[in-house]
């Protein structure tokens, strides 16, 4: 299998479960479930279950002890983007090519809706605790990760510093460590933690240097990336003056960063007993993602 046929191996089995979520989902008012739906639905990477289930698939734990956690992530995910549209956020008009969440249902509809899909994570966390010690301490990882000291702290810190226009790297470094990488961080941790632990220190440096990558090429794609492949406007960094890696390095400097983060990913996976064939491909993507 190649590495697009298992990548949609992976992106169909998460889709199954996710549309099962949404059709269950009967709230009241119809406008909660819908705007819900809405960002749920309307394509994305799913890049989070993709890693969770390519991580288990690597550490020999079954998607299926991996599913709910799974769907939690990219409810948190899904959360976090329809509150970074926001006209008091990024203020983006577009996202994944489509009208964002508050473009669509208004202001207020757009954060209850992220607050509802944020609620409902925590609720399905909540119930995996039921299943046991290793499955409480996957959910306290995915809480702690999400919240304050992750990317709920990144995003404070970002909208602290928007205006400052050039700040410390090691401002900059907080941010994307807690903003970006650690919710991804959560995606490749999880599955070790149910499995027993073996690698937990192993795949949060991965975790964190993935992270790192991915905030790189999102910032690399700001400047040579186009609306049609990212499905939301470019150029808005240099435009608002935002201070980024591009910005702190230069875009050559950061293409080689990106190079170096890929490399070390790839050397914490060989390091693991197991076919990592998969997962040093879906970094080599990410390093040369289009959207
Ligand atoms: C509002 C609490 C709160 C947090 C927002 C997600 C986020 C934190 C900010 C978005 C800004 C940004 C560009 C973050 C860096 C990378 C990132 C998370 C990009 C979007 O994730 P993808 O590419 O999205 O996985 P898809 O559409 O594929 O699901």
Redesign the pocket.
């Known amino acids: 299998m190649n590495f697009n046929e298992k990548y949609n191996g992976y992106l169909n089995e998460f889709n199954e479960i996710l549309n099962e979520f949404c059709s269950g989902l009967d709230c009241s008012p119809q406008i909660l479930a819908d705007s819900m739906r809405y960002s749920l639905l309307s394509?994305?990477?799913?890049?989070?279950p993709v890693l969770m289930f390519a991580v288990g698939d690597l550490l020999g734990v079954r998607t299926d002890k991996l599913k709910n956690f799974a769907l939690a992530l990219e409810l948190i995910?899904t959360y976090?983007?329809i509150?970074?549209d926001l006209p008091e956020?990024?203020d983006d008009d577009f996202?994944?090519g489509k009208p964002s969440n508050h473009r669509v249902f208004g202001t207020g509809n757009a954060v209850l809706a992220g607050d509802g899909l944020l609620n409902t994570a925590y609720s399905i966390l909540i119930k995996e605790c039921r299943k046991g010690a290793e499955y409480v301490s996957a959910a306290e990882f995915i809480c702690d990760y999400a919240g304050v000291y992750g990317?709920?702290g990144?995003?404070s810190a970002d909208l602290l510093h928007e205006g400052d226009g050039n700040y410390s790297e090691e401002t900059l470094n907080f941010i994307y460590e807690n903003?970006?990488a650690k919710?991804l961080t959560t995606a490749v941790v999880v599955p070790d933690i149910i499995g027993g632990g073996k690698y937990f220190s192993e795949l949060k440096t991965f975790g964190s240097d993935l992270g790192y990558l991915?905030?790189l090429t999102?910032d690399i794609l700001d400047v040579e990336g186009n609306f049609h492949n990212l499905g939301k406007s470019t150029g808005k960094d240099k435009k608002a003056g935002k201070y980024t890696a591009v910005s702190l390095y230069g875009l050559d400097a950061c293409k080689l960063r990106a190079d170096v983060c890929a490399e070390r990913c790839g050397t914490i996976i060989e390091g693991i007993n197991g076919d990592g064939e998969f997962l040093i491909n879906l970094v080599n993507y990410v390093r040369n993602r289009k959207?």
């Open positions: 394509g994305g990477k799913r890049i989070r995910h976090s983007l509150h970074d956020m990024d996202r994944r990317m709920i990144g995003q903003k970006t919710l991915f905030q999102d959207n």
